[in-house]
């Protein structure tokens, strides 16, 4: 085992190029050819597995991520990808990469989502370097955590393009393999546009809007104020089942609601003015991880129930909901 472990992943190192991962980014990594020497330079190995990569190996053979090189950081291109033919292994283990990332793939927030087409695997959050101290720490905390960036500025602060936003989701995955256990950190990036459309609903005498456009909470309470509205109040649980049934319909990832701490932190107050007399946060939530979670939205945890704080400037879906 070990043996055809170790031939594997000599296989692996002919698309290696050990180069920074600043210089790569999120949005690819560079490749050297089957003849071409690999070039060592400070920070993780980038490894590509891509359908090129599968492509040179021998009939029967298959392609193993080693996730005990924890300074290696595996970028997987899955357009025309064979996914049975790439295996993650750890230990003496090792299972095919479809099989142990299935919970992943069929997350709301899955990796087949990813506008160009592939995701970052790696055992060390310390390998992606614009995730900053803290943001590991939330990762610790929270198990995923989303950044906006702009194409040429991978920054937390989000920046327009062309009324779209690329957010960068950032995932902990808990892998098993022959009954052990290991973390390993996806990362990929979507992209949300505004371009709002709303659906009106009615429930128990208040009208509510469904907004898929993506917004920042702030612009999204511009978007319910000026349909004379605010964002959604959860006054029991039946009037949040009711609206979790409606906005998981349209989508199962996250929806602002109107609680916010933004006047006074911990100090929870409802859009619409309301008292808080109901909350449901998920468990440990809200937590402020990484400081500036201000804003509580719904289907973080899909598909549990539960609610919970992110930044505000992030850019979701929205309901607004009448007096």
């Known amino acids: 085992m070990l043996e055809r472990?170790?031939?594997i992943s000599r296989l692996l190192a002919l698309p290696l190029t050990a180069v920074s991962l600043a210089a790569v980014g999120l949005a690819g990594c560079t490749a050297a050819g089957p003849g071409d020497?690999?070039?060592e330079e400070e920070g993780a190995s980038n490894v590509l597995v891509d359908a090129?990569?599968?492509a040179r190996l021998?009939?029967?053979e298959r392609l193993a991520v080693d996730l005990r090189a924890r300074d290696v950081v595996a970028h997987v291109a899955f357009d025309g990808l064979d996914?049975?033919?790439v295996d993650l292994a750890f230990g003496e283990g090792k299972a095919p990469l479809s099989e142990v990332m299935a919970p992943l793939f069929s997350h709301p927030y899955s990796p087949l989502e990813a506008h160009d087409g592939r995701f970052v695997i790696t055992a060390d959050p310390a390998n992606?370097?614009?995730l900053t101290a803290d943001d590991i720490a939330a990762l610790e905390a929270e198990r995923m955590i989303a950044r906006e960036h702009g194409s040429r500025a991978p920054a937390a602060q989000p920046q327009s393009i062309n009324d779209c936003v690329e957010q960068t989701i950032y995932f902990y995955v808990d892998i098993v393999i022959n009954d052990t256990v290991q973390s390993v950190l996806c990362a990929h990036t979507i992209v949300v546009c505004g371009s709002t459309t709303c659906d009106m609903q009615t429930h128990n005498g208040h009208d509510y809007l469904f907004c898929d456009g993506q917004e920042s909470w702030t612009d999204a309470r511009a978007t319910c104020a000026s349909q004379g509205m605010s964002l959604v109040t959860l006054d029991d649980a039946e009037e949040e089942a009711w609206v979790n049934r409606l906005a998981s319909a349209h989508s199962t990832q996250k929806w602002w609601i109107g609680l916010n701490d933004r006047a006074s932190e911990g100090t929870f107050v409802w859009d619409g003015g309301d008292a808080v007399s109901y909350t449901n946060w998920y468990a440990d939530e809200p937590n402020d991880a990484g400081g500036g979670e201000d804003c509580a939205q719904l289907n973080r945890f899909y598909p549990e129930p539960g609610w919970n704080d992110e930044p505000c400037s992030l850019h979701l879906r929205f309901i607004c909901e009448s007096d």
Do not use: Q, T
Request: charged share 20%.
């Open 58 to 60: 021998a009939p029967g």
């Open 37 to 39: 020497a690999a070039i």
């Open 5 to 7: 472990l170790a031939r």
């Open 83 to 85: 996914f049975s033919r």
């Open 52 to 54: 090129r990569s599968v």
């Open 128 to 130: 992606i370097p614009e």
